[in-house]
């Protein structure tokens, strides 16, 4: 089964797709598969549309009312451009993962984490945020096991940039999440907390099974992380396939000259990720 489906997805910002009235086109006709348990990387340029179709997939922002559709684990979640009802139900096993880590900084670093319980509490619980044990045991082990089980119940705001990431992923495992969207999660971060939570990302796809679709600017860490990359440029996938492929002549090839803004991988990187992946270049 397909982790997820799109078929036909377009966004039009600042007109009317229906009318004909001139808009920007966010994203331009999307056909897409991931396949359940695949880490798959969303690589683009500033503005190609890699957050607005993650968005999408989460069923945070309705397509163009025309045919298309999103399925998520083969149920859909929007279609011809209207959201569907279940959409709350269908959102307990997606994970969106934000680039500013989306936790409540007064809030205790286990009650962040907690929260991801709450889509499978009763009504009287979520209300008094009094868990049960056994959450609290879930979210202690989903700490200890991103490497902050010490932090549980510090304040998030005590946090670093990197920690709290890891907080943010602590708490899509207490959410018993099968897919995991994460946008830019370490486009704020430094070097050694950046790969600390890549590490947790493909954990969380080796260990767990979990599905994982991660959108970056660096060619070169998908290219260490992530077997599949699909760019995106001015809204339409350009290249989907091996990460391993995408050297600098592709690149140049497909962005021009905002592939500088992409390819920062060293020799020893990209060298590392073709003898583990292995593939010749395929533009989509």
Not at 7 to 15: A, D, I, P, Q, Y
Not at 56 to 67: C, T
Not at 69 to 90: A, D, T
Request: glycine content about 8%.
């Amino acid at each position: 089964m397909d982790a997820i489906r799109i078929e036909r997805l377009s966004k039009t910002f600042g007109g009317s797709a229906s009318a004909g009235a001139a808009g920007r086109k966010a994203l331009d006709e999307i056909n897409l598969r991931v396949s359940t348990g695949e880490m798959v990387a969303l690589i683009g340029a500033s503005g190609s549309g890699k957050s607005t179709l993650l968005r999408h997939i989460a069923g945070f922002v309705a397509a163009d009312p025309q045919p298309s559709q999103i399925e998520i684990l083969g149920r859909p979640i929007q279609q011809n451009g209207r959201i569907v009802r279940e959409v709350r139900r269908i959102r307990r096993d997606v994970a969106f993962v934000f680039q500013q880590f989306n936790l409540v900084h007064r809030l205790t670093v286990e009650t962040n984490v907690l929260i991801g319980a709450l889509a499978r509490l009763p009504l009287w619980r979520r209300l008094t945020g009094c868990f049960p044990r056994s959450e609290r045991e879930l979210s202690a082990a989903a700490l200890a096991e991103v490497g902050i089980g010490e932090k549980a119940g510090e304040r998030a705001a005590n946090l670093s940039g990197g920690q709290q990431q890891r907080a943010a992923l602590a708490r899509a495992l207490v959410q018993r999440a099968r897919l995991i969207l994460a946008d830019e999660p370490i486009a704020s971060l430094d070097p050694e907390s950046s790969r600390r939570v890549m590490d947790m990302l493909r954990m969380l796809n080796r260990d767990h099974g979990l599905t994982v679709v991660v959108s970056l600017h660096q060619v070169d860490v998908a290219m260490q992380y992530c077997p599949r990359t699909v760019a995106l440029r001015d809204g339409r996938v350009v290249y989907d396939g091996p990460s391993a492929a995408l050297t600098p002549a592709l690149l140049q090839q497909l962005y021009g000259s905002a592939a500088r803004e992409l390819f920062e991988a060293d020799a020893d990187a990209a060298h590392a990720a073709a003898q583990r992946f292995g593939a010749q270049p395929k533009a989509a």
